[in-house]
């Protein structure tokens, strides 16, 4: 079974080598591992460490793009494995993880993920486990670990790929939508992925990531109070405190 892992970047030169060196591992202890990178025309160095590690890059193109879905949808259109995974420029697998999905995987299962490490600031890392209430990513929000995951191709081309106008939550929309449809998840207690804390999400909290993330829960049937209760119940968590003027902001999504 033939698995392709995706990796966009955009001037990650600080951050991509450790990326690109966890798949080499992988393919040392899987040989059918497809990978490919999709960067958004670096301007730093990414594109020379690519181009130092074609042992291990199987397919890059470097080309400016619409944003992180769009960029995301390149690579699934590139992709030939049955599974991909997509892992971003700073984040990394961690040992045996396309084994174990290997080994967990049937023609059944649409979706499978495990756990991840989630390396904070100072370089200490959290085991992180999913919910596996999947119904909640309709009504709540993103519960899986995105980079501890991997999605049959076949399920991309039954129910769709990433909306390019999502900026921060797509991954949650996409799920969503797949819950909705009946995709078949399995879930692996097993640590798959290192990400670093602080992407894209946390960066545009209240810009966009909120209110994307408020238009998915009303858009399957969540009535606009309960969702504004949720808002402010995850700004509290966010911030830790919340002054009057976040908390407009959150409600908002300004």
């Not at 106008?165 to 819950?179: G, I, N, P």
């Not at 078949?184 to 804390?197: G, P, R, T, W």
Request: hydrophobic share 40%.
């Amino acid at each position: 079974m033939k698995i392709s892992i995706v990796t966009i970047s955009f001037n990650s030169a600080a951050t991509i080598n450790k990326t690109i060196q966890s798949v080499r591992k992988q393919k040392e202890q899987y040989k059918d591992i497809e990978y490919i990178i999709v960067d958004g025309a670096s301007t730093d160095e990414t594109v020379e460490i690519i181009k130092r590690n074609k042992d291990v890059v199987d397919v890059w193109i470097s080309e400016k793009d619409k944003g992180i879905s769009d960029a995301f949808n390149k690579g699934i259109h590139l992709a030939k494995g049955e599974f991909i995974c997509l892992l971003n420029s700073d984040d990394e697998l961690l040992s045996n993880a396309v084994v174990n999905v290997i080994n967990n995987a049937d023609d059944t299962i649409d979706i499978i993920h495990g756990n991840v490490l989630a390396r904070d600031e100072k370089g200490f890392c959290k085991v992180k486990k999913p919910n596996c209430d999947y119904s909640l990513l309709m009504t709540k929000g993103m519960y899986l670990n995105h980079p501890g995951m991997f999605i049959r191709k076949r399920a991309y081309e039954k129910w769709g790929d990433y909306k390019v106008d999502f900026r921060c939550a797509m991954d949650r929309e996409l799920l969503a939508r797949f819950v909705a449809g009946g995709a078949v998840f399995k879930y692996i207690d097993k640590e798959l992925a290192l990400f670093q804390n602080g992407g894209e999400s946390t960066k545009n909290f209240t810009k966009h990531a909120m209110p994307e993330s408020k238009r998915i829960s009303i858009s399957y049937g969540v009535s606009p109070l309960k969702v504004q209760i949720e808002t402010i119940k995850k700004s509290i968590l966010y911030f830790g405190s919340i002054t009057k003027k976040k908390m407009i902001w959150a409600i908002k999504g300004q």
